[in-house]
């Protein structure tokens, strides 16, 4: 099996997953752009005919306070396209100007989509990136095109500002760090975006898209961490009470709920509620001993915890922030699920193989559907009809119908089945005793008789051979929707199964790390409302931006304005460069020079920044070797840095400019992987200057 993998792995990596992100975008290839048919001096960076109005003029920055929304309409093709920027509000001083379009802020993007009659069209695959513009003009449509088809080939030479269709996997490691990997970029094994180093090991997790956060329980601390998924750093460790385990973030999201699990005769544990905006405790409350698993309900109402030590279930009002009831629901409630479907909770017991249906209006048991002792794991799936319950000592799974709360299937599965997970299509069972996956089509459940279970190889180990599993997911569904992401433990490694496949397409390396979990961060567009493509983003700089939008059919490409004022208030911090690493490859060969470059621009106009003479870096690795290097001056704000490491492992690298004020930590870093063996690639050298 694992030669298999590594022999297509090696063949059809850079392919198959640089494909896998063009179908994110709603494209299978790079599509090749229509050429402009006329030259028209006033058109800008759309076609003669093209009617564009755009928001208020990007003069100077530094002139006015900007409005709170921005505007552009496009017409072209028989549709038209409403571009529209709203800032949140979030990260701003309460001395602001009402939600400013000014840099350092979290703002939401959108694109309107419809007919010349205003019908809303839906199901399109928008594309678009946001990039600082060099020129005063805006571009013109060619230059708009190059722009685009540069993007959408993926090389880090001509990365944009902000990319609108990319997303993230993240690893939770035994070890304490979490590990961010692009499986978008370039055509090498290694995808290792950056790394996270957290307090302790995390045990649970859950992502906040809109708001770029990610939060972390930290039983070792007592504390979540929160984490800037925009900037990839850690940005406040939240009290979280004794032993956090689960983290839930309610609906709204407004509030995160925290389970505490202390080990037994310490308390009787119960929940931690964190402001999820402000970053603070608001509220303790105990509930009963033994871990804890919880959910809230979609309208933020109310939320309910297992006291699996107890027998009981509490009823909490998310508004009084208060217990309001306790049922005793059965022996050992160790997992439940909630659908808003039926407005029902599922309990199930590990003792006595019961699952309790909960009525969440009446808050009292209305049915019990007896199944055999051993039940470890609820969940529903996406349509909320179906809930699917594993028995892990009897390699059971069970499918229960909310519609009438009884059993639809009884189905034999696999070595102790412990977790199950969805895309649109598959239900995903773990298998904690095999190196097995397995799979059940949605479509097949709506059917009388027994689905087909199919199974892959995901690894060549199964996840117990590690030693004890973690709590959260190690199957994530893949943005695009027919595929999924699975992490086994002890492989230290993470699987990209594409559905169809007999065995995942490629993996990627979680460097000699154990992986207790992982996540998609998604940065893309997403079709929100009908015709309504948007996503949430930080406006990182001030000047003049290029939005470039790209739709494949029907085919529109235009590059929209968007003007970023200057915050006052941190106009005396700001970083006066942007430093942007070239790495292609970060894996490089023990006692061999390693040539990369990296791209110098102006913070404030994006303009190539040379002249650089004091320009290097510190190389270090946690064992304690480090090396201070410096750049060599390449032309048009490019410069290069020799490495050479003298053993195998991680390296860091941090960059500085003394003379500009910018020591070691005040620009972004960058991870090296070095081994034995050759590297596959190396960064391409620049030639010697004449």
């Not at 005793?328 to 479907?341: D, E, F, M």
Request: aromatic share 8%.
């Amino acid at each position: 099996m694992d030669k298999r993998l590594q022999q297509f792995a090696r063949c059809a990596a850079a392919v198959a997953l640089f494909c896998c992100s063009l179908v994110l975008a709603g494209l299978a290839t790079a599509p090749a752009f229509p050429q402009e048919p006329a030259k028209d001096s006033s058109a800008g960076a759309g076609k003669p005919g093209d009617k564009d109005s755009s928001g208020p003029a990007a003069a100077k920055t530094e002139a006015a306070v900007p409005p709170k929304v921005y505007r552009q309409h496009l017409e072209r093709e028989g549709i038209t396209v409403d571009f529209i920027v709203e800032p949140t509000g979030a990260g701003t001083r309460t001395d602001d100007p009402p939600d400013p379009l000014i840099e350092e802020r979290e703002a939401v993007i959108r694109f309107k989509i419809a007919d010349t009659s205003g019908a809303p069209l839906s199901s399109l695959f928008p594309v678009a990136w946001i990039d600082p513009r060099t020129t005063p003009e805006r571009p013109r449509y060619e230059e708009c095109r190059q722009k685009a088809q540069a993007f959408l080939q993926g090389s880090l030479r001509t990365r944009p500002a902000v990319d609108l269709n990319s997303y993230f996997v993240m690893s939770l490691n035994d070890d304490g760090t979490i590990l961010v990997i692009d499986p978008q970029v370039g055509f090498s094994d290694s995808k290792l975006f950056t790394l996270i180093s957290l307090k302790g090991p995390g045990a649970d997790w859950v992502v906040d898209n809109d708001r770029k956060r990610l939060y972390v329980s930290i039983p070792s601390v007592n504390e979540v961490a929160v984490v800037d998924t925009h900037r990839w750093q850690t940005i406040a460790y939240v009290q979280a009470g004794p032993s956090p385990g689960r983290v839930v973030l309610q609906p709204d999201r407004k509030y995160l709920w925290v389970a505490n699990d202390p080990a037994s005769g310490e308390s009787s544990g119960g929940v931690t509620v964190i402001d999820a905006i402000e970053m603070k405790k608001v509220a303790e409350i105990p509930t009963g001993r033994g871990r804890h698993e919880l959910v809230v309900t979609a309208d933020d109402r109310f939320a309910f915890v297992t006291n699996p030590d107890e027998d009981t279930v509490s009823v909490i009002d998310v508004r009084e922030l208060s217990v309001t009831k306790t049922l005793s629901t059965g022996q050992r409630p160790v997992a439940l699920a909630y659908t808003p479907l039926a407005e029902a909770v599922y309990v199930a017991h590990e003792a006595d193989g019961a699952v309790a249906v909960l009525d969440v209006a009446k808050q009292e048991i209305i049915r019990r559907i007896q199944l055999e002792p051993g039940l470890n794991f609820v969940r529903f799936e996406p349509d909320g009809r179906l809930a699917f319950v594993t028995n892990g000592p009897r390699n059971l799974l069970y499918i229960l119908d909310s519609s009438a709360h009884h059993v639809r299937f009884r189905l034999d599965v696999g070595r102790w089945p412990d977790q199950v997970a969805f895309t649109d299509a598959f239900a995903y069972i773990r298998l904690r005793d095999a190196e097995q996956v397995q799979i059940v089509e949605l479509a097949d459940l709506t059917e009388p008789k027994l689905p087909h279970i199919v199974d892959f190889p995901a690894g060549q180990n199964p996840p117990s051979r590690a030693g004890p599993v973690g709590i959260a997911d190690t199957i994530v569904a893949a943005p695009e929707g027919n595929a999924a992401m699975i992490a086994n433990t002890a492989d230290r490694r993470i699987y990209y199964y594409h559905e169809g496949m007999a065995a995942p397409n490629v993996s990627f390396s979680n460097y000699s790390r154990r992986v207790r979990a992982i996540l998609v961060a998604e940065q893309n567009l997403r079709e929100t409302e009908p015709g309504v493509y948007s996503t949430s983003f930080r406006l990182t700089g001030a000047g003049i931006y290029d939005v470039v939008f790209y739709l494949d059919s029907p085919r529109v490409l235009h590059c929209f304005d968007l003007p970023v004022a200057v915050d006052p208030h941190i106009k005396k911090e700001r970083v006066a460069i942007q430093l942007e690493p070239l790495l292609e490859n970060t894996r490089l060969s023990v006692n061999q020079d390693f040539h990369f470059q990296v791209r110098v621009r102006d913070s404030l106009t994006a303009a190539p920044r040379n002249g650089l003479t004091d320009l290097g870096a510190m190389i270090y690795t946690t064992s304690g070797w480090r090396n201070r290097i410096y750049a060599r001056a390449a032309g048009d704000g490019l410069y290069q840095f020799t490495v050479r490491v003298p053993r195998p492992g991680v390296y860091y690298l941090f960059f500085e400019v003394p003379s500009l004020g910018l020591g070691l930590g005040k620009l972004p870093h960058t991870i090296l992987q070095a081994s034995a063996e050759a590297a596959h690639a190396e960064a391409p050298a620049v030639p010697d200057q004449p």
